[in-house]
């Protein structure tokens, strides 16, 4: 497998607080990637660095052996909205559009018609079972339906890497096995790397391999087994 | 685990021969630790001597004699018994890798050392029952599930464990 994504020496202060001191790891194409570690150890500050949503004070991450850091803010974006996909605990979706267009969504962004927009996001839906509520909002579903849908959101525009913090923290053992599940065979069908960040053991054993952070500092625990 | 009364409670459904309570203890609780021939008849002789079960037959054929077990009442009040009972929880603090962190502490070797590479193994294992689960029917995925809950109290334990090193050095050596 080729590098997607590497992260070397990455460092970030919020304030007085240091986040990462000495970050290092690396995202094969197509592997699931756990990131590990206790509350405040600087596992989702990586995340956002990986992902380009945050600029770190020092260190850099490369994409396709493009530097982040070294991108005009609208290439970045681009690189987020094309490349990249979010999957967040709480909060993603826009509560006054229906599940359905809140699928199509990014796909608008890209420029994408409408019409073929929500057939495309309808057959995520589908792959996400819950395309029976495409129709409804956010509010008028469960929690486990809600994160389903945001999944399907993500992978909508086939992005090579997923970023998913804490996907299922705020759902019971069983819908957040089942929102996994759908995420991880989503994501090896489309081929797209999953950076997942949990402080849960149970969750970090779908992925592949697991990236330990302590103190702002990462320690790669395992290799592909 | 115990095979008494599992054993029992398998004869509930009506009486077998050894052969066929050990094939049906495995499928259903075996699947990483098949019962011995020897422990199978050792318990049906355990159980024979308590009353809690008694011969309901006997087949010559080709080999030995086969006997067929059935259980008794007291047999069933025993599995009654059991069922009813809450199992006392395991003392976590007495197992081999307190013992393991704690000596390393001692002896000056690396802590953290010993609690990754346990942490490793727990997560290896972890993995390949999440697969085993995936590929699984309802019994596998409540016994993985299990397995799991409980590998990852002892990981929470590793990480609280490495979080209080410092501490634990102090009062190991």
């Known amino acids: 497998m080729t590098e997607l994504l590497v992260a070397k ?3 970030k202060a919020f304030g007085p607080t240091n986040a990462l001191v000495d970050a290092s790891m690396s995202v094969r194409a197509g592997e699931l990637v756990a990131v590990m570690g206790p509350s ?5 500050t990586l995340l956002h660095c990986l992902a380009g949503i945050l600029k770190p004070d020092a260190g850099s991450v490369t994409y396709r052996d493009a530097e982040l850091s070294a991108m005009p803010d609208s290439e970045r974006s681009a690189l987020r909205r094309n490349d990249f996909g979010f999957v967040f605990q709480f909060g993603q979706l826009v509560p006054e559009l229906t599940f ?5 969504l990014p796909l608008r962004l890209g420029g994408m018609r409408r019409a073929e927009a929500e057939r495309s996001a309808k057959v995520w839906m589908d792959l996400l079972e819950v395309g029976d509520i495409a129709s409804k909002r956010p509010g008028e579903a469960s929690g486990g339906q809600g994160q389903r849908v945001a999944v399907a959101r993500a992978l909508a525009t086939e992005p090579k890497v997923l970023f998913a913090d804490e996907p299922t923290g705020a759902l019971d053992s069983l819908n957040g096995e089942r929102v996994l599940r759908l995420l991880f065979d989503a ?3 489309t081929g797209a790397a999953v950076v997942l960040v949990t402080h849960e053991p149970r ?4 992925a592949d391999r697991e990236v330990v952070v302590r103190d702002g500092r990462t320690q790669d625990v395992e290799l592909v087994a | 685990m115990s095979i008494g009364h599992a054993l029992l409670g398998l004869l509930e459904n009506g009486p077998r021969h050894g052969y066929d309570l050990k094939r049906a203890y495995d499928e259903r609780f075996g699947h990483d630790r098949p019962l011995h021939y020897g422990q199978v008849y050792s318990t049906l002789s355990r159980l024979l001597r308590n009353g809690l079960v008694q011969v309901d037959g006997t087949e010559a054929g080709g080999g030995p004699e086969r006997k067929r077990y059935a259980i008794t009442e007291a047999g069933v009040t025993d599995i009654d018994g059991w069922l009813g009972t809450p199992e006392k929880p395991e003392p976590y603090l007495q197992n081999t890798l307190y013992a393991k962190v704690v000596l390393a502490l001692m002896s000056g ?3 953290q050392g010993v609690l990754d590479s346990q942490r490793a193994e727990h997560l290896r294992m972890m993995r390949a029952l999440t697969r085993r689960k995936a590929d699984g029917d309802l019994t596998d995925q409540l016994v993985c599930d ?3 809950f409980h590998l990852e109290a002892d990981l929470r334990w590793l990480e609280l464990t490495a979080a209080r090193l410092d501490e634990l050095r102090v009062v190991s050596t």
């Open chain 2, 146 to 148: 299990h397995a799991l």
């Open chain 1, 187 to 189: 994501a090896r069908q």
């Open chain 1, 203 to 206: 969750v970090a054993a779908y």
């Open chain 1, 40 to 44: 405040g150890s600087g596992k989702s």
């Open chain 1, 100 to 104: 359905l267009e809140n699928v199509a």
């Open chain 2, 109 to 111: 070797r690396s802590a």
């Open chain 1, 9 to 11: 020496g990455l460092a």
